[in-house]
C-alpha cells in the first residue's frame, strides 16, 4: 500500500470533518479548519491518503513495504520544505483521506492540537506516520519542546507517544467537554537533541520496515 502525507488543503476540509467527527466527541466545527489554513500562521495541518496518481515533487510517496529509493527523513523533508515556502498542494480528487494531524508552534513549543485516523483503517501505521511527520517538522522548526493533551482512558495513543519519547508531565481535570474527562499532558524535551533526532530516525527505519 502506497501512502501520501501531504500539507492539508481545503479540498480536504470535508473529508477531515468526517474523521474527526468519528474521532472526537464533540467535533471540532469544518469552518475552523478552513480559519486554521487560511488565517493560523503557527498551525500546520497534514493528511494521510490513499493516492491512486504520481505527484512529482508535491507529496512524499511512503510505502508500507519499505521498498522506496528515497529514505523516509528525505521524502518528509521534501514536502517540509515546499509547504515553508508557501508552495500550493491542491488536492487529487482521486485521493481518500485516511487521516490528519495539526500542529501548532508557540515560542519554542511545537503542540500536537489533534490526530486522527478513519475507524476503519486503524492499526496501519497511519498514525504513527503522521506523528512522524509532525515530530519532523517540530525538528525542521527547531523546537524545543514537542508537547500534547490525551485523554486519561486512551492508553493505546499514550503507549504510542510514549515510544517517541513523550512522557507524563501533569493532569488537566475535566478538560474534555462530552464527560468531564482528565487530560494527560505529554511532553518530549530537547526534541534537536542529536539523542532525540537518532532515536526518531530508528523508529522511522522501523516503521518503514
Request: glycine share 4%; net charge neutral.
Amino acid at each position: 500500500m502506497v501512502y501520501t502525507v501531504r500539507p492539508m488543503t481545503e479540498n480536504d476540509i470535508s473529508q477531515v470533518s468526517r474523521i474527526e467527527r468519528d474521532a472526537f466527541p464533540p467535533p471540532w466545527p469544518a469552518t475552523n479548519f478552513k480559519r486554521e489554513l487560511r488565517y493560523n500562521t503557527l498551525s500546520h495541518y497534514f493528511v494521510a491518503c490513499e493516492d491512486a496518481l504520481e505527484r512529482k515533487d508535491a507529496t512524499a510517496k511512503i510505502n508500507s513495504s519499505g521498498s522506496s529509493k528515497k529514505s523516509l527523513n528525505d521524502r518528509i523533508k521534501a514536502f517540509i520544505n515546499r509547504m515553508l515556502a508557501n508552495q500550493t498542494l491542491e488536492a487529487s480528487q482521486d485521493e481518500k483521506v485516511l487521516g490528519f494531524a495539526g500542529l501548532w508552534f508557540m515560542a519554542d513549543e511545537a503542540h500536537l492540537a489533534n490526530i486522527a485516523v478513519r475507524l476503519d483503517r486503524r492499526r496501519e501505521g497511519i498514525g504513527e506516520l503522521l506523528l512522524i511527520a509532525v515530530i519532523d517538522l517540530a525538528i525542521e522548526r527547531q523546537a524545543r519542546f514537542f508537547t500534547l493533551e490525551v485523554r486519561a482512558s486512551n492508553k493505546e495513543a499514550q503507549a504510542l507517544y510514549g515510544k517517541f519519547g513523550l512522557i507524563e508531565v501533569g493532569t488537566r481535570r475535566g478538560y474534555y467537554m462530552d464527560n468531564k474527562e482528565d487530560a494527560v499532558i505529554m511532553t518530549a524535551d530537547n526534541i534537536t537533541s542529536q539523542s532525540y533526532i537518532d532515536g526518531i530516525r530508528q523508529l522511522k527505519q522501523a516503521h518503514a520496515a
